[in-house]
């Protein structure tokens, strides 16, 4: 009998070809007027003489609304097994798999910048607990005449000697400098003993009065602490390791 209200959703339009059709109402009937809002059907929506409809089409999903099922191989926990492993055979099994192509794109995007951003972390993970653990090389709590009370008298010789002994200790000494030498690390200054100049000892800046620039020749009072790690030192193009004092103030005499 066709449809009163004209009204079937929105994928489907019916047509009646036979009967006739209210432009208004959108239903169909075979007399003169509509039922609905008794108006006369106009002529060129009459049975034969409208223009036949075409059907709409009909979108539909690439997986018919289906849940799709993933073979375990192709599984993205399989893939990340199979790259560490074997990384070919990986790339292989990821092409062959039904995930989207920008899934795969991505996936290969990040296992090749894994190990820079590996780096990257670690470095800043490294930069942080330097930050929060570290420690002064120099005690910064005792004022200028308090820290020299503080620092035994030793010779240079008993330092280069048995540096262990004093590893907890303030020491002080008498230096002559050798030479100066600036990396990454920071401001060294090769010293001698004035007595044997085969006693050498690296002094490093950590001045809490002020950075000050000691050349070769100048003696030098050293008041510090023992550094836990040794000045590797290059001359004649052989490295050797010497004792080193983190100094808080230096003299010149």
């Known amino acids: ?113 894994f190990p820079t951003i590996i780096s990257i972390v670690m470095m800043l993970s490294g930069f942080t607990l330097n930050a929060l653990f570290a420690q002064d090389p120099v005690d910064t709590s005792l004022t200028k005449e308090a820290y020299v009370e503080k620092c035994v008298d030793i010779t240079p010789e008993e330092f280069y000697r048995s540096p262990d002994t004093y590893a907890d200790s303030y020491v002080s000494m008498t230096l002559k400098v050798s030479e100066k030498s600036v990396n990454q690390y920071g401001t060294f200054y090769i010293c001698t003993s004035v007595d044997n100049p085969q006693i050498m000892i690296a002094v490093q800046d950590y001045l809490l009065d002020g950075k000050q620039n000691f050349i070769a020749g100048d003696l030098l009072i050293v008041y510090g602490e023992p550094s836990q790690d040794g000045c590797l030192v290059s001359m004649d193009g052989k490295a050797f390791e010497i004792p080193c004092i983190n100094a808080a103030y230096a003299a010149k005499q």
């Open 1 to 113: 009998m066709g449809r009163m209200l004209g009204y079937h959703g929105d994928e489907v339009e019916l047509d009646r070809p036979d009967l006739n059709k209210c432009p208004d109402c959108d239903c169909f009937f075979a007399s003169d007027a509509c039922p609905l809002c008794k108006k006369i059907c106009p002529e060129e929506m009459r049975a034969g003489n409208r223009k036949p409809v075409k059907p709409k089409k009909v979108k539909r999903r690439r997986d018919n609304g289906r849940v799709q099922f993933i073979s375990w191989y192709h599984q993205w926990w399989f893939i990340v097994i199979l790259f560490l492993i074997m990384p070919l055979a990986g790339l292989v099994v990821l092409f062959t798999s039904p995930h989207k192509f920008w899934k795969k794109i991505l996936f290969i995007a990040i296992y090749l910048l």
